[in-house]
């Protein structure tokens, strides 16, 4: 079992940078691969970053890459999501999920838990 609690979330311009922090429970959290998505409303949950169990490999989706920069520190079961040059199409509630597969995923489906979700609202 893993709990997931998320933070870091809030109102920023255009441009402007936020970090998410995303705390898990559970004493095998770096075997996990561990994902990000957001939900803006009256859309999907999109992919945005997925990290394996190792922390050696990340992927974003390209509407972020180059952007977001996803982190991860086992020894504290913590993963992050560096966000810069934030645009209004970010703006959505960002969560963080967590994988028995240990390579990630891009798919929603394939994570266990998830956490409650912080809000971003990028302002033009």
């Known amino acids: 079992q893993v709990q997931l609690v998320e933070s870091g979330g809030g109102l920023v311009q255009a441009g402007g940078s936020l970090r998410l922090s995303c705390a898990a429970s559970?004493?095998?959290?770096?075997?996990?691969?561990m994902g990000w998505f957001r939900q803006a409303p009256g859309k999907e949950r999109e992919f945005v970053a997925v990290?394996?169990?190792?922390?050696?490999?990340?992927y974003y989706a390209d509407s972020v890459k180059g952007r977001f920069t996803m982190s991860r520190d086992n020894a504290k079961n913590t993963v992050y999501l560096q966000m810069n040059s934030l645009k209004p199409e970010d703006t959505a509630a960002y969560y963080c999920?967590?994988?028995?597969?240990?390579?990630?995923?891009?798919?929603?489906?394939?994570?266990?838990?998830w956490g409650q979700g912080t809000q971003v609202t990028v302002s033009s």
């Open positions: 559970g004493r095998t959290f770096s075997r996990y691969g």
């Open positions: 990290n394996r169990w190792s922390g050696g490999s990340t």
């Open positions: 999920a967590a994988s028995p597969n240990k390579y990630g995923s891009s798919v929603p489906s394939e994570y266990a838990y």
